[in-house]
Each structure stands twice: as structure tokens, then as C-alpha cells.
T-cell receptor, first 117, second 114 residues
Framework: DAGVTQSPTHLIKTRGQQVTLRCSPK?????VSWYQQALGQGPQFIFQ???????QRGNFPDRFSGHQFPNYSSELNVNALLLGDSALYLC????????????????FGPGTRLTVL | DQQVKQNSPSLSVQEGRISILNCDYT??????FLWYKKYPAEGPTFLIS?????DKNEDGRFTVFLNKSAKHLSLHIVPSQPGDSAVYFC?????????????FGPGTRLSVLP
């Protein structure tokens, strides 16, 4: 059973650049959420995608955007990178976008480590 | 302002003894709580959850206790094993936000010593 996969594993960018991170959900899951985990902190919710639409969004600027494809995979795009964007970016998948419809909890991928120089 | 707090950054326990990890929250709208475990280079792994209608949930060696009046929950691991050494995150979601976008605490690093 394929779990959540993310690519790339590591990425180094410079300030002002743009980056795209990718996520494939666990087999059978249709909802993808993205989190940012800064060093020494817990994951912080960025946004959630379901049925190819952004369903919920955390307290992140518009520089953070995403997309979900018909096969449920997802991308996270960050524009105009800042040094503070350096973090581990986690993707989590679930079946259904909310607790009333989901029969499963969130499963996390291993993350993409982004370093902004 | 952190809505979910884990005030102990680290905890060391002897193998076979009990590990108690604590979590406090400030948002009274939270009604569903989870614990995740994270090993280095891996994503967080779901461990156990509890709804606010309960005060205890048990799964094998893991038990979560919820004290709603104190806005406090704890994870008990008995007996602790070296393989339990990891970072443990407490997470919560609120009844007005049925999404799976949980609010996480900063984590507690548990070290189980052989």
C-alpha cells in the first residue's frame, strides 16, 4: 500500500526565487493538506485541497498557493521566497475533507526540506 | 499566541517505566485531540486520538487522558520501550472547523534509555 510521497526530498533556493513542491496522497485518499514545520516547532497548517479546490487556508500569505490534480496529487508553490520560508514542508492526505466524512485520519509524507539562502 | 502548548521540550525515561507527555490548550472550541509521533527524516505518524466527549482512550501501551476543565491532555506510554524514542506532537481541531487542519504543539522529544 503506497503511502504519502513527496518530492523533492531536499531543495536549496535563493531569496526571491519560486519553488514548487509535489505530493502524491496515500492510495485511496482524495484530500491533501500542506503544513510548514519550522525548526523546533510543530507543523503549521497552510491549506487543504479537496475536489481540486482549496477548501481551507491557514494564516499564510498569498505567496503560498497550491493546486490539486484530477488524480488527487497536489503541488505547493511559494513565490518570492524569503529566508523565513526555510522549513520542512509536510503533505498529509486523508479520505474526505472533514471529520464527519473522513473514515481515516491524516497520513503524513516524509516532507521536503527547503533551505532559502 | 500558541493555542496548543507542550511545555516540556524533552523527556528522558528508563526502559520499562511509564512515560507521561503533557499538552495544554487555550481554545475552548477544540473538541478533538490527537497525538502524533515523529522519527527523524519521516513524517508524523498518527498514534492515538480522543474526542471531547470522552476523558480517556486506550490503545495497547498508549493511553490518552483528557481533562476539559483544565484544558489539559496527557499521553501515557506503559511500558516505555527504546523504540518509543521520538518527538511527540499534540494536535487539536475545533468544532467550528471540521477540516483536518489540526493545530499542533511544538513537540516533546522522548528518549527511552535502555
Amino acid at each position: 500500500d503506497a503511502g504519502v510521497t513527496q518530492s523533492p526530498t531536499h531543495l536549496i533556493k535563493t531569496r526571491g526565487q519560486q519553488v514548487t513542491l509535489r505530493c502524491s496522497p496515500k492510495s485511496g485518499h482524495d484530500t491533501v493538506s500542506w503544513y510548514q514545520q519550522a525548526l523546533g516547532q510543530g507543523p503549521q497548517f497552510i491549506f487543504q485541497y479537496y475536489e481540486e479546490e482549496e477548501r481551507q487556508r491557514g494564516n499564510f500569505p498569498d505567496r503560498f498557493s497550491g493546486h490539486q490534480f484530477p488524480n488527487y496529487s497536489s503541488e505547493l508553490n511559494v513565490n518570492a521566497l524569503l529566508l523565513g520560508d526555510s522549513a520542512l514542508y509536510l503533505c498529509a492526505s486523508s479520505l474526505g475533507p472533514d471529520r464527519t466524512s473522513s473514515t481515516d485520519t491524516q497520513y503524513f509524507g516524509p516532507g521536503t526540506r527547503l533551505t532559502v539562502l | 499566541d500558541q493555542q496548543v502548548k507542550q511545555n516540556s521540550p524533552s523527556l528522558s525515561v528508563q526502559e520499562g517505566r511509564i512515560s507521561i507527555l503533557n499538552c495544554d490548550y487555550t481554545n475552548s472550541m477544540f473538541d478533538y485531540f490527537l497525538w502524533y509521533k515523529k522519527y527523524p527524516a519521516e513524517g508524523p505518524t498518527f498514534l492515538i486520538s480522543i474526542s471531547s466527549i470522552k476523558d480517556k482512550n486506550e490503545d495497547g501501551r498508549f493511553t490518552v487522558f483528557l481533562n476539559k476543565s483544565a484544558k489539559h491532555l496527557s499521553l501515557h506510554i506503559v511500558p516505555s520501550q527504546p523504540g518509543d524514542s521520538a518527538v511527540y506532537f499534540c494536535a487539536a481541531s475545533d468544532r467550528d472547523n471540521y477540516g483536518q487542519n489540526f493545530v499542533f504543539g511544538p513537540g516533546t522529544r522522548l528518549s527511552v534509555l535502555p
